[in-house]
Structure formats: C-alpha cells, structure tokens
C-alpha cells in the first residue's frame, strides 16, 4: 500500500523520540488514541488489525495502553485510520507548570447571545485568569443587540463575510456553529474541498489562520449521527490532519451540571500540544426547577383554557413542580426539569404544571445565564435567543477542566 504523510521520515523519527522518552516516564504518560479514533471511523478491531498486519488480541493491547508498539506497527495502525501517527499516541507532560497569558485572548464565534462569554467568565474566575474578547460573530440582529446590550460591543454579522486575516490574534477559539452536510468528495483536496459551504468551513479557515492555542466548539447530539456519522468523522480529521491539533469530544449533558433542563450536547475540545481530558464531574451544587421559576408570573404566559384541559385529560403529575412536555406524537409526561429548550418548538410543547409557558427569564435560568442577563428584545425573540443558547455552567466546567492541561 502506497504511504501517504504518515509515513515519512519525520514522522517516524517523532515517534521514535517520544518512546524513548515514554521509557523514562511514568507508565502512562503515553496515551494510545487508536480506540476512540477507530470507533469515530467506525471501524472493528477485527478490521484494523487485518489492515496493519497484527492480531486483534494486540491491538486490544495496544488500545488499553498495555503495550507501546513499535514504529513500524504504529504507522501500520495509523496508515489504516488515515491519520496522522502523532496523533494517535500522545505524550502527556504529567508536571506541567501552567502560564496564562494576561490577558488570554479570545474569539467568540456564533456568539448567540453570549454563552460562552458567561462561561469562560466563570472558567476565568475559577483558575484565576483575566480574559478578553477580541472578536465576535453573529448574523443574527436579535442576537447582536442583545449582546451588544449585555457586553458592550456590537458583534460583527455575516462570518462568512469576515477576513480572517483580519481577525486579532487569540489564543482560544470558541463555536457553537449550525450542523450542515459536508462533500462526499472527502479529505483528498482537503478542507477547503471537503468542507466549502458550510458553516464549519469558516470556523477552519480562521483556525488555520490564527493557530489559537486550543479551541472549544458546542454542537447537537445529532452530530454524531448526522450523515450518517460522516460530518463528526469530517470535523475531527479537519482538526487533526488538516489544521494539525489533537481533538478530544465528548456528549454532555447539561442536567448533570446542576442545570434542571435534560440538554444533551457534543462537546469538542482542541490543543497544538497533546492532552488528556478527563470527562467525568462532579457537581455538588444543583439548581431546582423551583429556584429556577418565577414567583409572579404574567398572565399572558398562561395557556387557554382548552390546552389546558387538554394537557391534563391526557395526564396527571406524580410531582409538583414539573415540566409537562408534549411530543410530536402527541404524548405528554412530565418531569422535576425541563426537556431540551428548543428555537423553533411550539409555543405550547412545554407547559409549567400543565398551565402556563415559561417566561423568557426563566429559560435563561435553565440555561446558566443570571438574573442580570438585560433583555432587550421581545419575548419571541429572547425565548428563541434561550434556545439556541448553550448550557452555561456545562461549558464553563469544560473550559475550567481544560485550559490547565494546555497552557
């Protein structure tokens, strides 16, 4: 089989120094990534192994970092993933002494209303870090004035209008960017070829050319399914091959971070330099949906008399608060939380005990934002702005998690 990059001299002669540094380190300071990338390309270690010339039995071995493979193996694996063999097994520096630049720089791409400002604010705090936005991007008009608003400076509009030349240098990049379809046509022209058109796209061309120190990108849970699993599979072979990061992702649910909305969410991290993140938080302080509810609700959230009558012919609560939710299929049932907020649901699909709607601050709440959230548009527009949001103390652990293991 003819080599591609992987193969290379530089490549090899990388490896080689890493296991010899490996050999003198602590047992697991080498880090093998062949069972998460394999599982991205869904592949069968039946499969990988026939394709790189060694037992399935090794290449559990090899993927539960019970043994370092020699060169040649490794770039036989890594020939058969179509990545590169750096990025397969990372070295991790276990005595890291963190430096932040002062500021830390930032870029905040389809900003939205500005979660991921909140967020990185609560991150920030946590560490002890001051931050700084130097660019932001919405088109939505909504958006931009509720942001401007909350954060003092308008967001730039159409990203796909943006020179990424001109763009300030950053050292962190964050995105939560619509999911589209990318070309069949592959990584063989690279990403521009694979992903021109979509969304994702700018995110790349303004990666490439900033090189921020790590990113942080938000997305659907669908993602991962999404064209047949082929848009993740793009995204992260993007990131790792093309733009040269390691890539680590996760789904998330904002439920488990203290938040009463279950929010399920793909989460994907990015550094220049190799990490290892761990996925697994715990949370000890959680809000209920009573802390999130108002006291004194308008009467105009209230549903009619009908819809309610409806609701509760069709469904009695064991609990009180709760959230009842209607599916499309028309089934109702209810919870102590509230089911994913959606932009585009009906105004009815989630009902405050069977009665009323939720106000525009209380989906705030559900989604992290503080009461001091300054609401500058309708109420359509806001509980759309909720909706699109991200979970703000999800992402905020992430980031605390993090930017201690790439700085």
Request: hydrophobic letters at 40%; a positive charge; proline letters at 4%.
């Amino acid at each position: 089989m003819k080599s591609k990059n992987i193969l290379d001299k530089f490549a090899k002669a990388k490896y080689n120094k890493m296991c010899n540094t490996v050999r003198k380190m602590e047992k697991n300071a080498m880090v093998s990534k062949v069972r998460e990338i394999r599982k991205e390309k869904q592949m069968t270690q039946d499969y990988l192994a026939s394709v790189s010339g060694i037992s399935r039995k090794y290449l559990s071995m090899i993927e539960a970092n019970k043994v370092t493979p020699s060169v040649d193996i490794a770039v036989r694996i890594a020939e058969g993933l179509s990545v590169n063999v750096e990025k397969l097994f990372l070295k991790i520096d276990n005595e890291r002494v963190n430096v932040y630049p002062n500021p830390v720089k930032f870029a905040d791409l389809f900003c939205g209303i500005g979660g991921f400002r909140y967020a990185s604010s609560q991150a920030f705090k946590s560490l002890g870090i001051n931050g700084e936005c130097v660019f932001s991007s919405d088109i939505d008009k909504y958006a931009q004035e509720s942001y401007e608003a909350n954060f003092g400076k308008r967001p730039v509009g159409d990203i796909t209008k943006v020179d990424e030349k001109k763009i300030p240098d950053i050292d962190l990049l964050y995105a939560g960017f619509p999911c589209q379809a990318f070309s069949i046509c592959g990584l063989q022209k690279g990403f521009e070829d694979a992903t021109r058109g979509t969304l994702f796209f700018d995110i790349a061309r303004i990666i490439k050319e900033k090189k921020p120190k790590a990113f942080v990108l938000e997305n659907v849970k669908n993602l991962a399914s999404h064209d047949g699993g082929k848009t993740l599979a793009t995204i992260l072979s993007v990131l790792r091959d093309e733009l040269g990061y390691y890539v680590d992702y996760h789904l998330l649910n904002a439920l488990d971070f203290g938040l009463p909305q279950k929010r399920e969410r793909i989460i994907i991290v990015g550094a220049l330099e190799p990490f290892e993140m761990d996925w697994n938080f715990s949370i000890d302080k959680k809000k209920s949906l009573e802390d999130i509810l108002e006291k004194t609700v308008d009467k105009k959230h209230y549903a009619s008399k009908e819809i309610v009558k409806k609701r509760k012919a069709k469904h009695t609560a064991k609990i009180k608060p709760a959230i009842w939710h209607e599916n499309k299929s028309g089934n109702v049932s209810s919870y102590p939380y509230s089911c994913a907020l959606r932009a585009g649901a009906s105004y009815n699909y989630l009902l405050v005990d069977g009665e009323r709607r939720l106000t525009p601050r209380e989906m705030l709440r559900l989604q992290g934002f503080p009461d001091e959230f300054k609401m500058v548009v309708s109420d359509t527009q806001t509980r759309k702005q909720a909706g699109n949001a991200i979970p703000v103390d999800m992402v905020a652990k992430v980031i605390e998690r993090f930017l201690p293991l790439i700085f």
